[in-house]
């Protein structure tokens, strides 16, 4: 880019000279960069139309700052030493308009401490070389995320009131598990009894509970899943064995129609299927397609009786002492440390048994141990699978375990749905189970060709 003088008669260098080569941005963009800083521009001026006085900043002033951040960028993207003078005397304007900020009252009384225009006055200046430099995906990101979090301040402190301190702790705690513990694990086998290794159990207990965690709080903390029966589909996510037993109990004692229990619980166990295949998917993607087809078709067929069950009981009403849809939840807090350790422990069991029933009693011991497992929790089971934790099996003939599990807990909570609700209430959700878990079982036949 800098050329540092022309060479002399004698071959040494004029000094004196400097011609400077500077590459131009291309025009798409500039257009982006104007289209970005007009944005953020706009959203700024709305936020701010009626505060008084006057905030630095806004439709006029972001596109000019983008612009000047951009022009200083690309005279030296080397060493930015344009670009980083440009940002000191920025800085310091906005530290001279800060300090006399500092001075005013809000309605209250109370100091105005915000530090929200200056920020966005020097994520203006930013946008420009951020635009230039990287890839527009980037640039995008960046004005969408300081728009979303400038618009919704009063949602997000209006969230930040309802969390209790109890759910940040649990929040770091997950940070600790996933940026700390994980690490640090060796991912080599410490034991000949299983190829699975100490980073691989816990990344599976890592990724089931960063699953549930989604589930539990938008069940918490998401209005919405109150109406109709997004509750249950994210009961579904979280586990379809919790959500039939609270549906099946609550049909028993009116606090839902007969029809939603019986919708819930089919959507649930629909939800489920999917859920199995997104967790296969991130460890093993070569299973997940053999798998694909099979799990989209059960899930669908679960979500086409959901709709017909759920269409049936629109007219019927729930009884006036039910307890409200926003106060039902099916998922406890998944990141607590006993569950943690529990799902852990079991892991690593299923992997001991997995490891010695393939040695003693070859594929059909692996779908038999599939069937019992189905009948506790099949996640430890389907994670050792899809991590390898059982040598010497097929993609085909892992998949048909899988589906051999599926319906195995199909049939436990047909019975769970049986028996708490007082097997009336929900006894079309126990036959569209058992139903499913056996078409599970025919389709683990043809698979495996069995």
Same mark, same amino acid.
């Given at each position: 880019?800098?050329?540092?003088?022309?060479?002399?008669?004698?071959?040494?260098?004029?000094?004196? +000279?400097?011609?400077?080569?500077?590459?131009?941005?291309?025009?798409?963009? +500039?257009?982006?960069?104007?289209?970005?800083?007009?944005?953020?521009?706009?959203?700024?001026?709305?936020?701010?139309?009626?505060?008084?006085?006057?905030?630095?900043?806004?439709?006029?002033?972001?596109?000019?700052?983008?612009?000047?951040? %951009? $022009?200083?960028?690309?005279?030296?993207?080397?060493?930015?030493?344009?670009?980083?003078?440009?940002?000191?005397?920025?800085?310091?304007?906005? @530290?001279?308009?800060?300090? =006399?900020? !500092?001075?005013?009252?809000?309605?209250? %009384?109370?100091?105005? @401490?915000?530090?929200?225009?200056?920020?966005?006055?020097?994520?203006?200046?930013?946008?420009?070389?951020?635009?230039? *430099?990287?890839?527009?995906?980037?640039?995008?990101?960046?004005?969408?995320?300081?728009?979303?979090?400038?618009? %919704?301040?009063?949602?997000?402190?209006?969230?930040?009131?309802?969390?209790?301190?109890?759910?940040?702790?649990?929040?770091?705690?997950?940070?600790?598990?996933?940026?700390?513990?994980?690490?640090?694990?060796? /991912?080599?086998?410490?034991?000949?009894?299983? /190829?699975?290794?100490?980073?691989?159990?816990?990344?599976?207990?890592?990724?089931?509970?960063?699953?549930?965690?989604?589930?539990?709080?938008?069940?918490?903390?998401?209005?919405?899943?109150?109406?109709?029966?997004?509750?249950?589909?994210?009961? %579904?996510?979280?586990?379809?064995?919790?959500?039939?037993?609270?549906?099946?109990?609550?049909?028993?004692?009116?606090?839902?129609? =007969?029809?939603?229990?019986?919708?819930?619980?089919? !959507?649930?166990?629909?939800?489920?299927?999917?859920?199995?295949?997104?967790?296969?998917?991130?460890?093993?993607?070569?299973?997940? =397609?053999?798998?694909?087809?099979?799990?989209?078709?059960?899930?669908?067929?679960?979500?086409?009786?959901?709709?017909?069950?759920?269409?049936?009981?629109? *007219?019927?009403?729930?009884?006036?002492?039910?307890?409200?849809?926003?106060?039902?939840?099916?998922?406890? /807090?998944?990141?607590?440390?006993?569950?943690?350790?529990?799902?852990?422990?079991?892991?690593?069991?299923?992997?001991?048994?997995?490891?010695?029933?393939?040695?003693?009693?070859?594929?059909?011991?692996?779908?038999?141990?599939?069937?019992?497992?189905?009948?506790?929790?099949?996640?430890?089971? $389907?994670? /050792?699978?899809?991590?390898?934790?059982?040598?010497?099996?097929?993609?085909?003939?892992?998949?048909?375990?899988?589906?051999?599990?599926?319906?195995?807990?199909?049939?436990?909570?047909?019975?769970?749905?049986?028996?708490?609700?007082?097997?009336?209430?929900?006894?079309?959700?126990?036959? +569209? !189970?058992?139903?499913?878990?056996?078409?599970?079982?025919?389709?683990?036949?043809?698979?495996?060709?069995?």
């Amino acid at each position: 880019m800098y050329d540092k003088g022309r060479r002399t008669a004698n071959g040494g260098r004029d000094l004196g +000279v400097l011609s400077v080569s500077i590459s131009p941005p291309s025009l798409t963009g +500039v257009a982006l960069l104007l289209g970005l800083s007009l944005f953020l521009g706009l959203a700024f001026e709305d936020f701010l139309a009626t505060d008084e006085p006057k905030r630095p900043g806004g439709i006029r002033t972001f596109p000019m700052l983008a612009f000047a951040g %951009g $022009v200083l960028y690309v005279f030296d993207p080397a060493h930015l030493v344009p670009f980083t003078g440009g940002l000191i005397i920025l800085g310091i304007w906005l @530290a001279i308009f800060y300090s =006399r900020h !500092l001075q005013e009252k809000d309605e209250g %009384g109370e100091t105005n @401490a915000g530090l929200v225009v200056p920020v966005l006055n020097i994520q203006a200046y930013l946008l420009g070389a951020i635009t230039l *430099a990287l890839p527009p995906w980037v640039a995008v990101t960046f004005t969408v995320a300081a728009v979303l979090l400038l618009t %919704g301040r009063e949602k997000l402190h209006a969230l930040a009131r309802r969390v209790e301190p109890k759910e940040i702790v649990t929040a770091g705690q997950f940070l600790i598990l996933t940026g700390i513990v994980l690490p640090l694990l060796p /991912n080599t086998p410490v034991t000949t009894l299983t /190829n699975i290794t100490p980073r691989q159990a816990w990344l599976a207990l890592v990724v089931v509970a960063a699953l549930s965690y989604v589930s539990y709080l938008a069940q918490r903390y998401w209005a919405a899943a109150a109406r109709g029966l997004w509750m249950e589909a994210l009961g %579904g996510l979280y586990s379809s064995t919790a959500t039939t037993v609270v549906l099946a109990r609550e049909a028993k004692t009116g606090a839902v129609t =007969r029809q939603h229990a019986q919708a819930g619980i089919t !959507l649930a166990t629909a939800i489920m299927y999917l859920r199995i295949l997104a967790v296969v998917a991130f460890f093993n993607f070569g299973l997940a =397609r053999v798998l694909a087809p099979w799990l989209c078709c059960l899930s669908l067929a679960g979500l086409v009786i959901c709709a017909v069950q759920y269409r049936l009981g629109k *007219a019927s009403t729930v009884d006036e002492q039910a307890e409200p849809a926003s106060a039902r939840r099916f998922a406890t /807090n998944p990141l607590e440390l006993v569950p943690a350790a529990i799902f852990a422990a079991l892991f690593i069991a299923v992997s001991f048994v997995s490891n010695w029933a393939k040695a003693e009693f070859g594929t059909s011991g692996i779908y038999t141990l599939a069937a019992i497992v189905g009948v506790t929790d099949i996640d430890p089971f $389907v994670l /050792n699978l899809a991590q390898g934790g059982t040598t010497g099996m097929s993609n085909t003939a892992l998949a048909a375990a899988i589906l051999i599990a599926a319906s195995s807990n199909n049939v436990l909570k047909a019975l769970y749905a049986a028996f708490f609700a007082g097997g009336r209430a929900t006894a079309a959700s126990a036959i +569209v !189970l058992v139903l499913l878990a056996a078409t599970g079982v025919v389709f683990a036949v043809l698979l495996a060709g069995l």
